[in-house]
């Protein structure tokens, strides 16, 4: 039986998404309308995609790893394609740390303010310092949380925060293992890997509509973000029938 996504290492999601990427870009070489690949791990500069060319399935690949929110050229082809949509869809699937299915109450005047899925807790908190600002916060699991590990200093917008980018397990979580019997180290497959802190969510609204964030590290098991109440991603998030993937 295989095993869910989620029960991955992360080595074992690269070689997969990178599988996933190669036999849809085979594909694409049979399709002569199709755009040419970006270089591997370059987001689609807006812009640049020709009217009426097909998007390739490696720029849907390189605009979900990227920090920036989809391209328009990339939200007008998954709106226009359906077949694009549906690979878009599966790909943010399989990507995805914790998917937070469609509500299952009905939503009041403000929608759906809290969401809860495997340990993951998305809320809506209306901000007291303004009507027209929204905290979006992401509460973490206590093992994803303890293994982000939050750096002092100023990151590049001067916000005080920057983002965890050493991903160094305590022992309690997925350090180095101990020896085995012959006095040796598992070799890196056996051993478990730690969970990461998403760094991005994408919404997927009632209809088709794909909305991504990137999120910024974690506080005290929390990500924070104050937003405004009318953007199209806190409307979405609030929508019961709205998928919320984190990545």
């Known amino acids: 039986?295989?095993?869910?996504?989620?029960?991955?290492?992360?080595?074992?999601?690269?070689?997969?998404?990178?599988?996933?990427?190669?036999?849809?870009?085979?594909?694409?070489?049979?399709?002569?309308?199709?755009?040419?690949?970006?270089?591997?791990?370059?987001?689609?500069?807006p812009g640049t995609l020709r009217p009426g060319r097909r998007l390739p399935f490696a720029h849907l690949h390189a605009s979900l790893r990227g920090g920036r929110p989809l391209p328009p050229e990339v939200s007008a082809a998954l709106r226009s394609d359906p077949a694009l949509r549906d690979d878009f869809a599966l790909l943010v699937r399989r990507s995805a740390r914790q998917h937070l299915p469609r509500a299952a109450a009905a939503a009041g005047r403000e929608g759906i303010l809290r969401r809860e899925a495997g340990g993951f807790v998305v809320r809506?908190?209306?901000?007291?310092?303004?009507?027209?600002?929204?905290?979006?916060?992401?509460?973490?699991?206590?093992?994803?949380?303890?293994?982000?590990?939050?750096?002092?200093?100023?990151?590049?917008?001067?916000s005080g925060r920057q983002p965890a980018e050493v991903r160094a397990a305590d022992d309690r979580i997925g350090g180095d293992p101990a020896p085995d019997a012959a006095g040796g180290t598992p070799p890196p497959a056996a051993r478990?890997?730690?969970?990461?802190?998403?760094?991005?969510?994408?919404?997927?609204?009632?209809?088709g509509e794909f909305l991504k964030q990137a999120l910024p590290s974690p506080e005290d098991r929390t990500v924070r973000l104050v937003m405004e109440a009318d953007d199209p991603l806190i409307r979405a998030v609030a929508e019961p029938a709205s998928e919320i993937y984190l990545l």
């Open 124 to 158: 809506l908190v209306a901000s007291r310092a303004g009507r027209d600002q929204v905290y979006l916060l992401v509460e973490l699991p206590e093992e994803v949380a303890a293994e982000a590990q939050v750096r002092a200093g100023p990151d590049a917008n001067g």
């Open 192 to 207: 478990r890997a730690a969970p990461a802190a998403p760094d991005r969510m994408v919404v997927r609204t009632a209809d």
């Open 1 to 45: 039986m295989s095993r869910p996504w989620s029960a991955r290492s992360e080595a074992e999601r690269k070689r997969m998404e990178a599988a996933f990427v190669a036999r849809h870009g085979a594909e694409m070489l049979l399709d002569g309308d199709s755009e040419p690949p970006p270089a591997t791990g370059d987001e689609l500069p």
